[in-house]
């Protein structure tokens, strides 16, 4: 019996999935005498440092926990579960961590995006059995903003680069703590789960030492998903955002069960968008809250859900805030939401008071789950203008001329599904959601959905090159040769495709391979 603790505050369901797929049982924790009893005990972290350590010392978990952690049973940490056995943190300085391992947590000061989000290596620095059976080129999910800086260097276990060399994980006697995730790296995770699972056996695996880790490109699947004329959830697939072929909503499969193929198949990371969410009222939305807990159970990379994120009122009057949506898909094992025209509408109201309320959606899950819980997606289309003076927009110069020989262009904003545009370039709306505090940059474009004519490098250039987060460029992937074009012209972290996948004229498998001596990648090693 694997104990679990959970202060509420985000996506544990994943955790409880990877370790229930290894055939332990996992026992949550309801109350401190669950903390004294425990005989081997996992504390994923999740959320910010202040609110864990308020919520930790609100249910007096504080002293347990330190008497657990002295007492040589097990404890693995994951994520936050590692920063908080810590003495400070930077993000939250009026509060102090466990302080059971000396040392501070920092922020990451460097000149690369930030949440250093996505798949890196680990360099090994001391044996241990928890990494028996792994390659030496293993990469595993990482999604922070801070960094443990321990004061005594024999604690560390690995490190990563990423700007600077950081202390990736920690071990201390029986004490074992990560800052990636291993309940979403993949079958490389399941197995260092395992290793801490299998406690007792003192085997140790010889440590290994890479030059220097690099961040991986990731390659990512996204399903559009909707019901269709026969109310049936299915993954559909548009042309330029047209989803109906002869009248009829396409139907490519089934969600939950595309996204286990597709985890199978190498995918770093899955998006969900529930497209006419916009629609709904996503709460009693539940064919979506079961997809995401159907899927989790066997899909360990990350999970992104979106579609209809915003408040709203039920039929019955009922007021549900953003923040309560997001909580349940969180629940429910999202680790990500997506927010598309809420966004945009939270952006004009910002670009007309310059005020920043704390009420919008973006701003209110970002400060209770963090930044890196929020990507906005952008559906933007091309406009054309003949000089960069006709509009009050960020206009680029293009070299894809217009149909009247234009040589400039500005991105239009859409909400609905592209339904709508609205008075707003994307490279403005994503400069003010990263100010608003969101973590990730979804980069659609209704001009390159669903055309296999590779993805807008000129749009991509222009947000990636005006914000600081990671950047997803999507829509057009026509080729595994697409994508490299995007990587190397653009500093987009990811790439997503639909179409392709979806119709299997390209495998994901095949992406990887084309980009393995070009691009740094997560290899895909069925294990
Ligand atoms: O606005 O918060 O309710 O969220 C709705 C979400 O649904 C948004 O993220 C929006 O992008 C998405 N969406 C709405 N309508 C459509 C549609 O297609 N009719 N899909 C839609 C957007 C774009 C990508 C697509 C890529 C890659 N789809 O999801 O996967 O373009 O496709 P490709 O590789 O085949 O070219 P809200």
């Given at each position: ?10 996506n544990?369901?994943s ?18 005498s669950?903390?004294i ?11 910010s440092?202040g ?7 609100q249910?007096n ?11 040589g ?12 056995l ?6 939250a300085p009026?509060i ?7 040392g501070?947590?920092?922020r990451?000061?460097?000149d690369?995006?930030v949440?250093?989000?996505g798949?890196?290596?680990?360099n090994?620095?001391k044996?241990?059995?928890i990494?028996?059976g792994?390659g030496?080129d ?7 903003s801070f ?8 604690v ?6 990423y ?11 029986s004490?074992?703590a990560?800052?990636f995730?291993p309940e979403?790296s993949?079958?490389?995770?399941i ?11 003192e085997k140790?695996?010889?440590g290994f030492?890479?030059?220097e880790?690099?961040?991986?490109k ?13 109310g049936?959830l ?29 985890y ?15 629609r ?6 539940m ?10 159970k ?6 992104t ?7 709203y009122?039920?039929?019955d009057g ?7 949506v ?5 629940r429910s094992?999202?680790d990500?939401?997506s927010?598309?025209?809420d966004?945009v ?8 008071t ?13 400060e ?5 819980a929020?990507?906005v997606s952008?559906?933007p ?11 009050d927009h960020?206009v680029i110069?293009?070299a894809?001329?217009g ?13 609905k599904?592209?339904r709508?545009g609205r ?5 403005t ?15 659609n ?15 991509i ?5 005006a914000v600081t987060i990671p950047?997803?460029?999507s829509?057009?992937?026509?080729c595994?040769e697409?994508?490299?074009?995007v ?6 972290e990811?790439?997503?495709?639909a179409?392709i ?10 992406v990887?391979?084309y ?5 740094e990648?997560?290899p895909?090693i069925?294990m």
């Open positions: 019996m694997i104990t679990l603790l959970d202060y509420g505050a985000g544990v369901r955790v409880v999935n990877a370790i229930e797929s290894l055939g332990e049982s996992v026992k949550i924790v309801s109350d401190t669950d903390i009893s425990a005989e081997k005990l996992v504390f994923p972290g999740v959320g440092f609110s864990m350590m308020r919520i930790l010392n249910k978990y504080v002293e347990a926990l330190k008497d657990y952690l002295t007492s049973r097990p404890f693995l940490g994951i994520c936050l579960g590692l920063q908080a810590f003495e400070t943190s930077e993000e009026d102090n961590g466990l302080g059971l391992i000396s501070h947590v920092k990451f000061d460097i690369l995006s949440p250093h989000i798949w890196n290596g680990i090994i620095k044996p241990s059995r990494f028996n792994l030496d293993e990469k595993f999910y990482f999604v922070h960094y443990v800086a321990p004061e005594d260097d024999s560390i276990l690995t490190t990563t680069n700007g600077l060399e950081f202390v990736s994980s920690i071990q201390r006697g004490i074992t990560t800052q995730h979403k993949g079958d490389a995770g197995k260092i789960l395992k290793n801490f699972l299998e406690a007792g056996d140790k695996a010889s030492v890479s030059q880790t690099r961040l991986a990731r390659i990512v699947a996204c399903l559009d998903v909707r019901s269709n004329d026969q049936d299915v993954v559909t697939k548009g042309d330029q955002y047209d989803v109906r072929e002869k009248g009829e909503v396409r139907n490519l499969g089934q969600p939950v069960e595309l996204a286990g193929r597709y199978q198949k190498g995918a770093d990371e899955i998006i969900f968008l529930n497209i006419t969410g916009f709904d009222f996503p709460l009693e939305d064919p979506m809250i079961e997809v995401l807990k159907q899927t989790s066997n899909v360990f990379v990350p999970l859900i979106g579609g209809g994120i915003r408040d009122t039920d039929k009922r007021k549900y805030t953003a923040l309560d997001a909580a349940e898909y969180f094992g999202a990500k939401i927010i598309g025209s966004a509408l939270i952006a004009e109201e910002y670009l007309k310059g005020v920043k309320t704390g009420q919008s959606s973006i701003e209110q899950i970002s209770v789950y963090g930044a890196q929020i990507v952008i559906d289309r091309r406009v054309y203008v003949m000089s960069p003076d006709e509009v960020q110069e293009t894809e001329k149909p009247n020989g234009e040589t400039y262009c500005w991105y239009q904003c859409t909400i599904g592209g709508e008075d707003l370039d994307a490279v709306l994503a400069q003010v959601c990263e100010k608003l505090g969101a973590g990730e940059i979804l980069l474009c209704i001009d390159k959905d669903g055309t296999n004519s590779g993805f807008d490098i000129e749009l250039n222009a947000v990636a090159g950047v997803i460029a829509s057009g992937a026509g595994a697409h994508f490299y074009e990587f190397a012209k653009t500093e987009a990811a790439a997503l495709a179409g996948f979806h119709r299997k004229e390209v495998s994901i498998a095949s990887k391979d980009l393995s001596d070009k691009v990648i997560r895909f069925k």
